[in-house]
């Protein structure tokens, strides 16, 4: 899910940009700090957006840089086990299909994506249920829940997300805009 927070830290302007103008240089070192970073606690930062309120400066014996306590709003993505999510399928392997959540990507693993043993059509680069004949491909959006979720903090791209769409309500937009269909020629 995504949350627009509220957020404090200490950030430290360097002494080369201390003549510009104070609330653009930190909003610039917020976001080549933050941005696309993970902090358990909070999420994955998508955007630095605003700087609300700066402190007073702080400085420290022997560095020549100005430390400033800032609040700032911050647009971030946080990830919790069972959550359903939509991506888009970006990649697809022999072992799974690869899922953009936005700014990280998750695992599809080829046993959870149905009850049916699963083919991969290498030349088409599709994943093909045996029985059904329901396919995922590239740019294929998804609706599926996290099973498994392990964020690295120091390596982001060391992060693993698994996904599931091995229950009812889950699968490509295809998949469930079939099954609404069904559903309704069954109600009529």
């Not at 630095?48 to 700066?54: G, S």
Request: charged share 30%; hydrophobic share 40%.
């Amino acid at each position: 899910m995504y949350y627009k927070m509220t957020l404090e830290d200490k950030v430290r302007v360097p002494p080369h940009r201390l003549g510009e103008d104070l609330e653009k240089v930190i909003l610039n070192v917020l976001q080549e700090q933050l941005e696309g970073s993970i902090a358990k606690e909070i999420g994955i930062f998508i955007a630095v957006t605003n700087i609300l309120n700066v402190g007073e400066g702080e400085l420290i014996p022997g560095d020549g840089a100005v430390y400033y306590d800032v609040r700032f709003e911050a647009a971030v993505l946080r990830l919790g086990l069972q959550e359903v999510i939509e991506g888009q399928v970006v990649e697809t392997t022999s072992f799974g299909a690869f899922v953009s959540l936005g700014p990280i990507d998750a695992m599809l693993h080829v046993s959870q994506i149905s009850d049916e043993y699963i083919n991969y059509d290498e030349k088409n680069g599709r994943l093909v249920c045996q029985d059904s004949k329901r396919s995922i491909a590239v740019g294929d959006g998804i609706r599926a829940r996290i099973v498994a979720l392990s964020l690295n903090e120091r390596e982001p791209r060391e992060s693993k997300i698994g996904l599931t769409m091995r229950q009812s309500g889950l699968g490509t937009t295809t998949w469930l805009e079939e099954e609404l269909e069904e559903e309704k020629k069954g109600a009529a």
